[in-house]
């Protein structure tokens, strides 16, 4: 099948839906400038990076994460919601349509975008939390620290930490939850820019229906390509962007 022929067919899945869940992955926010982690040049490619999201190493030396975190986090809040967040938010205005996106993602895009419930799997940089004592606060203000490169502290002298899940932490307990409630009843599942990769949310859509229709958007194939019904590879922001019906 064509691009062309899968997004006519995607978009005519959105026109007959109402219950329809999007799982987006890093490869959505690519094209807002965002590098992704596991492709050739993405962040994981330099060593140095390897294991930056790690909790042990976090607490044995959150420099580490922090050094990262100065080029990443600058770029996070310099990137705007590009095509494919933008489509994906216009899809859950349309009447009578229920729109859940649950992302791996740790940016905010898609509900700066206007998605609403946005359930994020992997936590989120919105905010951080002192390790010590648990004092909560937006990671906004802790801007200048973190593009200095340092470790952020409260003054009881904990380091503050995002609340990201990190390998070796659970997955946000609600999130996860509504995640696996949302597909379950989901009548269409498009994975989006998801290497569909990282466990327990590569999971996630064994959790659909045997009538939900599922899809898979992503520029590489990916070991769930098999089990779709419908699999493009092309960029998230083209495809939704056609994808998505402008009225009812």
Known sequence: MSTTEGV??????????????????????????????RSASGLYSRHTNTNVFDIDEFHRDPRIYYGFAREFYGITRGAEPNAAHRAIAALGW???????????????????????PVWCVHGNLEWSRCVRCGHRVKTDDLSETILGGEAPRHSCGGVYKPEVTFFG??????????????IGQAEVLVVVGSSLVVFPAAGLPMMRRRSCRYAIVNRDPTDQDRSAHLVIHAGAGDVLHAAVPTEQ
């Not at 067919?9 to 590098?35: D, H, K, Y």
């Not at 932490?169 to 949302?182: I, S, T």
């Open 8 to 37: 006519a067919t995607l978009r005519a899945w959105f026109t007959e839906a109402q219950r329809i869940v999007f799982l987006t992955g890093a490869g959505i926010s690519t094209e807002s400038g965002i590098p992704d982690f």
């Open 94 to 116: 349309l009447p009578g349509k229920k729109v859940t996106v649950v992302t791996q993602n740790i940016d905010d895009l898609h509900q700066r975008a206007g998605s609403d």
């Open 169 to 182: 932490e659970m997955l946000p307990e609600k999130d996860f939850g509504e995640a696996q409630l949302a």
